[in-house]
């Protein structure tokens, strides 16, 4: 069975002084339209990684706008997050041998999620996990009503193709999909209501909201990093995909010419991600008896306002991702007004634009040489800081993102889908703006 997430409530209207003029009102005219609708989310996990964290504050917005929306997770064994890992992997392109019983593992779990079911006028489903939930329920008959959305937030570029053939079927049944860049879209997915949209960070939640130098000094002190020491930061689950062992190769190449240097590595453990645990194995290992180096988990008491901390804290932010679907980590750093270094895949580029608001790099090597840099001129910092915390604000503020969701709803019900989003006019080659009216 599915499990409802409580949410605590939000209102739009505390948004205005980090939008430009004109946004709140423009989304309020969309969402009367639409007042009153019954919508639902669904994903794999209420807590750990960016969908979670952008549901946390999604769900509430929209019903502070009249909707009535639920978030519901599902519910899973270790058996079945353990083949759903194994499926994101290999939908991000990981060689992955399935083994016949794979598939029945997670058709079946979503069968049993898919027990007493409720209707809603707009149900979107989030990522491959629960994609089968639409197939599963119409396919016994219950013929569930409203408009089904799926919710892609991963790159299946480079999918492996036995993976891909697994979940097209039930990604067909869609009535529409969202992306979050338009080559993530993989061939044979109905064009069909397919809307370009990516993610967003919540400005006023707890992990972005303002936050004090004495705030700051006191998660510093409580986790013992020296804020009169350089300060380097990943915030990323313990995955092979954000390569925190490359990091930690980064910062030894850096610490040769600042030996003060401190590197912290914060990684929750997401409830639908068995490999966490083995990857902070490894990234303990690695980083031995180096002591600058903090390695910090949820299960350390670092949660949302230590993070903020973490990131404000940071001389520079890094997201050594070798692949990415959006990466909300890199937004966060650039709304605090922090330069980012990131791996040049996925959603980075979108967000770091190069020699602007920090640098995108192919190789730890060329990671560290761009961190070293940084770390040499503070005023460098500061400007490419300044201008990354305008690019958030212009297009990846939640704000964005929950007009684009409404648009989507309106379009989908009207049957009159456009096959961008309005607010995802191109600017540097790709991203959504938030501005009255779109971009
Ligand atoms: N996050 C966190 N604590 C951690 C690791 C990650 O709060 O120890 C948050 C992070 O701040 C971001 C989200 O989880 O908001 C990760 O989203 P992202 O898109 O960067 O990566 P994903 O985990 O979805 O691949």
Not at 175 to 190: E, K
Not at 191 to 212: G, M, Y
Not at 394 to 419: C, K, N, P, Q
Request: proline share 5%; aromatic share 8%.
């Amino acid at each position: 069975m599915l499990t409802t997430v409580g949410v605590a409530p939000r209102e739009l209207e505390r948004y205005r002084e980090s939008v430009r003029e004109g946004v709140i009102e423009a989304i309020r005219e969309d969402a009367a339209k639409l007042a009153g609708a019954r919508v639902l989310h669904i994903n794999a996990t209420a807590y750990g990684g960016g969908v979670a964290e952008i549901l946390t504050s999604m769900v509430p917005l929209m019903r502070d706008l009249g909707l009535q929306c639920d978030w519901k997770v599902l519910t899973g064994s270790d058996e079945f997050f353990t083949v759903t890992k194994a499926m994101h992997n290999a939908l991000q392109g990981k060689n992955h041998p399935w083994r016949p019983q794979d598939r029945d593992i997670w058709v079946n779990q979503n069968k049993l999620n898919a027990e007493n079911w409720s209707d809603y006028d707009f149900v979107i489903v989030h990522d491959p996990q629960p994609a089968p939930l639409l197939y599963i329920l119409r396919d016994s008959g219950r013929n569930p009503q409203g408009h089904f959305i799926w919710r892609c937030h991963i790159d299946l570029t480079d999918a492996q193709q036995q993976a891909w053939e697994m979940l097209r079927p039930f990604v067909e049944e869609y009535d529409g999909s969202i992306w979050t860049m338009r080559q993530y879209v993989r061939q044979g997915v109905p064009e069909r209501h397919l809307k370009i949209a990516p993610p967003a960070i919540d400005p006023l939640s707890h992990k972005n909201e303002p936050c004090s130098e004495m705030q700051v000094k006191a998660v510093l002190d409580r986790f013992g990093v020296d804020p009169s020491r350089p300060i380097l930061t990943q915030v990323s689950r313990f995955d092979p995909w954000k390569d925190p062992l490359g990091v930690i190769s980064a910062y030894r190449e850096v610490k040769a010419e600042f030996p003060d240097v401190q590197l912290i590595l914060v990684g929750s453990m997401a409830s639908d991600d068995p490999e966490g645990w083995e990857w902070y194995e490894k990234v303990i290992r690695r980083a031995g008896e180096d002591w600058d180096i903090k390695i910090l988990t949820n299960m350390n008491g670092v949660g949302n306002a230590e993070v903020n901390a973490f990131q404000h804290a940071s001389d520079v932010v890094i997201q050594k991702s070798t692949r990415e679907g959006f990466g909300l980590t890199v937004s966060e750093a650039l709304w605090k007004g922090r330069p980012v270094v990131g791996g040049n895949v996925g959603g980075i580029p979108l967000q770091i634009l190069e020699g602007e608001c920090g640098y995108l790099v192919d190789s730890s090597q060329q990671c560290a040489q761009r961190l070293a840099e940084l770390l040499r001129d503070r005023d460098l910092r500061n400007r490419m800081g300044e201008r990354g915390r305008e690019h958030v604000r212009d297009h990846f503020l939640i704000t964005r993102y929950l007009h684009d969701y409404l648009r989507m709803m309106l379009e989908v019900a009207e049957g009159s889908a456009t096959e961008e989003s309005a607010h995802a006019a191109p600017i540097a080659g790709a991203v959504g703006a938030d501005a009255a009216g779109g971009a």
